[in-house]
């Protein structure tokens, strides 16, 4: 049939959705409101001018536009539908997405008499979507914005009709749930307020616990600015707990400065108190306050125990803290024991091990019998360790029976050995001692034990100014003591070779860096160089008039020295006076050499002329005199 066709449209009802202008309904009928997103749409088709009788499809499409634009949403369609007396009726449902709030019109496409269900004549006009009055009625208050809706006119109550918050909700039992049902999906509940301004802290966040009076009897709350804390806790309106910035949480102190730190209490009493409590106060507990530990068992006394099930026990193991029992510490003593010390029966008496053992008795202060050492000191009097043959080893110490180190001494330098004083060394070659001696970076270890200082690789000083220079050699192993090893004196004071340079005598308190003699030092020169790296100072004043020059014409001489290890650096405005000193110089002599060029460059040229002017009028050879 020809495809000519007019057409009147109708509009259903929906609830809560798009439906037609209600200015475009014609003959529409009640119908019952739809639940969801589907709605009713009734029209009315009519065929060379009077009314379609018959089956008829359709096709449904939204658009942007009145005209053109872009489709939005699902294209829908409706096959062998029955029209009589050209009215028909259909349910449409593209979905919330599409009406997001912006303007949609709605094109309607026929097909008579039922065919294919696919060719349509597109019809004309297309017809503008908009709400009837009272689906306009049902969004007030309310706003929509895309798939957003909002609410700025007042306040929100649920369970009551005069909210006094923005969201008021009451009931018997009120909740808020805040539920993530997606796999790792996370609530948040996010208080958000203005940033500090100035020196004020301001509260950006508050959760408050209050009572039927709104007199909040407890807060959590997070401040910015000056002395803020992004985490705290408030009792009746005082601040008792916070967590600062960097995770440290304060008890009774709103600036905590460890991670916890208690602040406030009363002092530890059998009968209660104490800072901080551990345990049931009727039964077994530990009170702690600002300068005491405390054992409690329901207000009695109770036994503080240590490391019950072992590990060792260390009382200021790397400090000078003094310990009592049963008194306070007194004087210098490390431990300060009331009365008497009793170990291992009624005898004051300390065993060590099963070779022998302490036996404090009258007449001497300490007895140490079954073993290699025995103390005699009457009060008053010293100890002495005394080694019967020069230089060597005094005392050697051992970690787990290996060599660790010792004290030895050395004509009138006693030298503690790897910890203090001087430093383990090897070289192949013996040196005098005095000798200045570098770094070599080769390495040794004395023994494979975990408790090895490294034994330094050295040899002789050859280069002035040398930043790896590690001290001056003291002594070579000692042949009695298989574990020693060569020394190199580093800290402290003791003797260095120093050898003359023109640059004067020493005197105390002169820097001294190494020079270009082997093993050798030198005054520190400051105008060769505008870092020196300073390895002792000199100790005793030393006049060079007075030293006799070896066969090569230098002095040296074994001076006292103090062993140091700094860089010197030069005066920075002086050095830059000088390179412009020296820049200007350099460029007035340019100058002068580039004048003395120009000058000689001139003479050359008369010369030249004179040769020529001499040449030209020169006589032809006749044979004769002239």
């Given at each position: 049939?020809?495809?000519?066709?007019?057409?009147?449209?109708?509009?259903?009802?929906?609830?809560?959705?798009?439906?037609?202008p209600a200015s475009l309904v014609r003959e529409a009928t009640a119908a019952p409101l739809p639940a969801g997103t589907a709605f009713t749409y009734?029209?009315?088709?009519?065929?060379?001018?009077?009314?379609?009788?018959?089956?008829?499809?359709?096709?449904?499409?939204?658009?942007?536009?009145?005209?053109?634009?872009?489709?939005?949403?699902?294209?829908?369609?409706?096959?062998?539908?029955?029209?009589?007396d050209g009215v028909f009726t259909v349910n449409l449902d593209f979905g919330a997405t599409p009406f997001d709030g912006a303007d949609r019109w709605l094109e309607i496409g026929a097909q008579t008499a039922a065919g294919n269900c696919t060719t349509f004549d597109t019809l004309s006009p297309r017809q503008a979507v908009n709400t009837v009055p009272y689906a306009i009625r049902s969004l007030a208050p309310w706003a929509t914005n895309g798939t957003a809706i909002s609410y700025s006119g007042g306040r929100v109550g649920i369970g009551v009709t005069a909210p006094?918050?923005?969201?008021?909700?009451?009931?018997?039992?009120?909740?808020?749930?805040?539920?993530?049902?997606?796999?790792?999906?996370?609530?948040?509940?996010?208080?958000?307020?203005?940033?500090?301004?100035?020196?004020?802290?301001?509260?950006?966040g508050s959760l408050d616990f209050s009572d039927g009076a709104a007199?909040?009897?407890?807060?959590?709350?997070?401040?910015?600015?000056?002395?803020?804390?992004?985490?705290?806790?408030?009792?009746?309106?005082?601040?008792?707990?916070?967590?600062?910035?960097?995770?440290?949480?304060?008890?009774?102190?709103?600036?905590?400065?460890?991670?916890?730190?208690?602040?406030?209490?009363?002092?530890?009493?059998?009968?209660?108190?104490g800072f901080l409590v551990l345990g049931a106060t009727n039964n077994l507990n530990l009170s702690l306050d600002n300068n005491e530990i405390m054992a409690r068992s329901n207000g009695a006394a109770s036994t503080l125990t240590l490391n019950n099930d072992g590990g060792n026990v260390a009382i200021c193991p790397q400090g000078i803290g003094r310990t009592g029992i049963g008194t306070a510490p007194t004087g210098a003593a490390v431990l300060t024991v009331f009365d008497s010390l009793w170990i291992n029966g009624t005898q004051p008496r300390l065993d060590i091990g099963t070779d022998g053992f302490i036996l404090m008795s009258e007449g001497a202060d300490i007895v140490l019998t079954n073993g290699g050492l025995e103390v005699n000191t009457p009060s008053g009097g010293n100890t002495f360790f005394n080694r019967t043959f020069p230089d060597g080893t005094l005392i050697s110490f051992k970690n787990n029976g290996t060599s660790a180190g010792g004290i030895s001494v050395f004509g009138t330098t006693v030298s503690y050995n790897t910890f203090?004083?001087?430093?383990?060394?090897?070289i192949d070659e013996k040196l005098e001692p005095g000798t200045l001696v570098t770094l070599t970076g080769v390495n040794r270890k004395a023994h494979e034990g975990p408790y090895c200082e490294p034994v330094y690789g050295i040899a002789p000083t050859s280069k002035a100014n040398d930043p790896s220079v590690m001290g001056s050699y003291l002594a070579a192993p000692d042949a009695s003591d298989a574990g020693s090893q060569h020394l190199v004196a580093a800290v402290g004071n003791g003797e260095m070779w120093v050898v003359d340079t023109g640059r004067g005598d020493l005197a105390a308190g002169d820097y001294l860096i190494s020079s270009d003699v082997a093993g050798c030092a030198m005054l520190d020169d400051t105008e060769r160089f505008a870092v020196g790296h300073v390895v002792a100072r000199v100790a005793e004043p030393i006049r060079w008039s007075s030293v006799r020059s070896a066969a090569d014409g230098t002095r040296r001489a074994l001076v006292s020295v103090f062993f140091e290890s700094f860089d010197r650096h030069g005066d920075a405005h002086m050095v830059a006076e000088s390179i412009d000193a020296l820049r200007?110089?350099?460029?007035?002599?340019?100058?002068?050499?580039d004048a003395m060029r120009a000058e000689q460059d001139e003479l050359r040229h008369r010369l030249d002329a004179i040769e020529r002017m001499l040449r030209d009028v020169a006589p032809q050879s006749t044979g004769g005199r002239r």
């Open positions: 049939m020809p495809r000519s066709h007019t057409f009147v449209a109708c509009a259903g009802l929906m609830l809560g959705a798009v439906i037609l009734q029209g009315k088709l009519a065929n060379a001018g009077g009314p379609y009788n018959g089956l008829a499809s359709f096709r449904f499409r939204l658009f942007n536009a009145a005209s053109g634009g872009t489709q939005v949403g699902s294209t829908l369609t409706a096959c062998d539908v029955t029209v009589v006094t918050a923005d969201l008021d909700i009451v009931n018997d039992n009120a909740s808020l749930r805040l539920l993530s049902d997606a796999t790792s999906g996370t609530s948040t509940l996010t208080l958000q307020g203005a940033g500090a301004s100035g020196l004020t802290a301001n509260v950006v007199t909040p009897a407890a807060s959590i709350f997070s401040t910015r600015g000056l002395l803020a804390n992004p985490l705290a806790f408030a009792v009746n309106g005082a601040t008792e707990m916070s967590i600062d910035s960097a995770g440290e949480v304060g008890i009774g102190t709103t600036l905590p400065a460890a991670k916890l730190h208690v602040d406030g209490g009363t002092d530890s009493g059998l009968g209660g108190g203090t004083g001087s430093h383990h060394a090897w200007a110089e350099n460029a007035s002599l340019r100058a002068e050499n």
